[in-house]
Nanobody
Framework: QAQLVDSGGGSVQAGGSLTVSCRVS?????MGWFRRYPGKEREGVAA???????SYSESAQGRFIISETSGARTVNLQMNNLRPEDTGTYYC????????????????????WGQGTQVTVSS
């Protein structure tokens, strides 16, 4: 079972950039980043099956990039042109099973989670 440690959150002004990182130990076939707003369910931001192209939410498309540094076993989410509505707690997730693309951004389809890292975007 994969172990995940999130890091890299912080505060930034709207229009700025921030990268959150997830250090992974153990096996995984797919990884994703999700975020949660207070009082709401986690929503998918970006995810991929290993060796395949990533899927992005409509909000993240064109602004965020998910990438994997295999040697360092790290999955990063580079977030550009941040907006106040991007504020939330960001979690990385992993699963040992590959999945169809339509499943990648569904939080209920992952069984390993990082502890979360807070991102705050001010206007």
């Amino acid at each position: 079972q994969a172990q995940l440690v999130d890091s890299g959150g912080g505060s930034v002004q709207a229009g700025g950039s921030l990268t959150v990182s997830c250090r992974v130990s153990g096996y995984y076939a797919r990884m994703g980043w999700f975020r949660r707003y207070p009082g709401k369910e986690r929503e998918g931001v970006a995810a991929f099956n290993v060796l395949e192209d990533a899927s992005y939410s409509e909000s993240a498309q064109g602004r965020f990039i998910i990438s994997e540094t295999s040697g360092a076993r790290t999955v990063n989410l580079q977030m550009n042109n941040l907006r106040p509505e991007d504020t939330g707690t960001y979690y990385c997730a992993a699963d040992p099973r590959p999945a169809p693309r339509w499943v990648l951004l569904k939080s209920e389809e992952y069984n390993n989670w990082g502890q979360g890292t807070q991102v705050t975007v001010s206007s």
